[in-house]
């Protein structure tokens, strides 16, 4: 039985030449695992394995990008950099030079993963099925797109024989394309049976490699936990306007169960590990319901002034918003239909319906300021700006003034039967973030609440304007992470108070013995100096 220990067996010195061999490491990602329903569930008795690591370890929530660019968490934890020094932030981007949309995969990230500076110093290491970064060459073991939710990079291994090895032995991963299911009881009941399977063969898999492989960090992920939250939340959450009362279809309990087979497996590895091995276990993000004003941004930014040169200014008054044909057309498809019919198409045909889902006819030449797909619960905004962007018309002088008149419009709107805010976080990234591929960065992003329902915004400019639901999915991400640790000279129950994703690669690193490069902007968690720094900074 694997003990979770709160003082490791071995000191670790702060330069890699010191000892052959530091501790072993054990990490364990969990992708959009929410950290309260951990919380909620390890209290009750029903995830033992995260209770333990709660009560025996550390554990810390962690400040995450989800509240700005979603898709760069799992980048800024490999690397320990915000997203100003990712070439790539969403997959559907914005060119300046072009003034249009760009598909971006995940090879063009451009970021240097932790795992490199484990195997430049001559360190062990397996990386197995991350999400959302292709495959790298080291001493050890690299598995990518095996069974990832929504990874845009090659299903490949290295050594490049094993993913046939793993195919052979374990099949492929029974999820398949998450977003493919439609939201009929029959196609989810198929799609909850498909995650559990998936979440059992993936811990067996792992634990085959954990004993085959010599290896002195074994990093993991399950991303379970991502597609149910997509698809089972409105059978979880009582509060969501299609929550049912009587569980007609059986469904309430499956994020739950998904939760619970990832604990099990979990325990089992920590089962497996030598005594002694020290363990971190996070997730970038967290899971709740949707609720948002993001594929109706554009009219809202125009409405309120900002878009359009030419609109002329509105009386108040109640007016229900547009709604992207595209978007209707996809959610009326059945989702088998839709991707098979994709696969028959040309490349470039693809690409443009894609952006037409997200961004419709893209008319930008006239606009002053246009809104840019992003993750859904997170609306994104760029300025256009003369000498920086084509179609710009703003002088530079003007750009900071105008993003925070746009910030302080976007905090006026309102939840129009509650009155409550319906904008939980304006971001200037500029002021955020620094790095190469800032300018490339959309200038504003809008972090809604979505802990209520809403659907009718006011704002004193437009007055009440009416969102109609376009997604298919009840979930979607929230900007709180979380860290459990064991082994790395915590008190048991240690709360370590605040932190960010930057902190985990500079963690894994110094208990590595490998000094950590200038260029990451995070702090080891288990040192004195890196409290101290935690406590007065925030993330950027």
Same mark, same amino acid.
């Given at each position: ?297 554009? $009219? !809202?930014?125009?409405? @309120?002034?900002?878009? &359009?040169?030419? /609109?002329?200014? *509105?009386?108040?008054?109640? %007016? ?84 925070? $008149? !746009?910030?302080?419009? @976007?905090?006026?709107? &309102?939840?129009? /039967?509650?009155? *409550?805010?319906?904008?939980? %976080? ?115």
């Amino acid at each position: 039985m694997y003990t979770f220990v709160t003082e490791p067996k071995l000191s670790v010195p702060s330069t890699a030449h010191e000892v052959d061999r530091p501790v072993r490491q054990l990490l364990i990602g969990l992708d959009a695992m929410e950290w309260s329903l951990v919380q909620q569930w390890a209290e009750a008795g029903l995830l033992p394995t995260f209770q333990r690591l709660i009560e025996q370890g550390a554990h810390v929530e962690l400040a995450s990008t989800a509240a700005q660019l979603p898709d760069t968490v799992w980048s800024a934890i490999y690397s320990g950099m915000n997203p100003g020094h990712f070439a790539k932030y969403f997959y559907v981007q914005y060119d300046a030079i072009t003034g249009d949309l760009k598909m971006m995969d995940d090879d063009s990230i451009g970021a240097t993963p932790f795992w490199r500076y484990l195997t430049d110093a001559g360190r062990r290491v397996c990386v197995l099925d991350v999400p959302k970064f292709p495959v790298s060459r080291m001493d050890g073991v690299y598995l990518a797109n095996w069974g990832t939710h929504a990874t845009k990079t090659a299903r490949a291994s290295h050594p490049s024989g094993l993913l046939q090895d793993i195919d052979q032995r374990f099949g492929p991963h029974p999820v398949g394309e998450c977003d493919a299911v439609d939201s009929n009881p029959k196609a989810l009941r198929k799609l909850r049976g498909r995650i559990l399977d998936g979440v059992r063969v993936r811990g067996e898999l792992y634990r085959f490699l954990m004993a085959r492989e010599k290896w002195d960090v074994f990093f993991a992920a399950f991303s379970e936990a991502h597609c149910a939250g997509h698809h089972f939340w409105q059978f979880l959450d009582s509060t969501h306007p299609h929550y049912d009362p009587t569980d007609r279809e059986g469904l309430r309990d499956t994020v739950q169960c998904v939760y619970q087979a990832i604990d099990q497996e979990i325990g089992k590895m920590l089962e497996l590990a030598e005594p002694g091995t020290r363990c971190l276990v996070f997730s970038g993000h967290g899971m709740g319901p949707i609720w948002h004003a993001s594929w109706n941004l554009q $009219e !809202i930014l125009d409405l @309120l002034g900002f878009g &359009r040169i030419t /609109a002329q200014s *509105r009386t108040p008054d109640n %007016q229900s918003a547009g709604i992207n044909p595209w978007r209707l057309v996809k959610m009326a498809l059945p989702g088998k239909f839709q991707y098979a019919v994709k696969a028959m198409l040309p490349k470039a045909v693809q690409n443009e319906l894609i952006f037409r889902w997200y961004a419709g006819p893209r008319k930008w030449s006239g606009c002053r300021v246009i809104a840019l797909p992003n993750n859904d619960s997170v609306g994104a905004i760029r300025l256009l700006v003369s000498g920086r962007d084509r179609y710009g018309v703003i002088a530079p002088s003007d750009y900071r003034k105008i993003c925070h $008149e !746009i910030a302080e419009a @976007l905090y006026s709107l &309102r939840d129009a /039967a509650t009155g *409550r805010k319906v904008t939980l %976080q304006v971001s200037i990234l500029h002021e955020e973030f620094d790095g190469p591929y800032t300018d490339g960065l959309p200038d504003l992003t809008v972090l809604w609440d979505q802990s209520f329902a809403w659907d009718e915004i006011v704002s004193p400019v437009f007055g009440r304007l009416k969102i109609r639901m376009q997604d298919s999915r009840s979930g979607s991400h929230t900007p709180r992470g979380f860290l459990l640790a064991s082994g790395y000279g915590e008190s048991p129950g240690q709360d370590l108070g605040r932190a960010t994703l930057y902190d985990i690669a500079p963690t894994v690193l110094s208990a590595a013995g490998v000094d950590q490069p200038d260029v990451m902007h995070g702090q080891p968690l288990f040192s004195t100096h890196a409290a101290r720094v935690r406590l007065s900074a925030g993330l950027r």
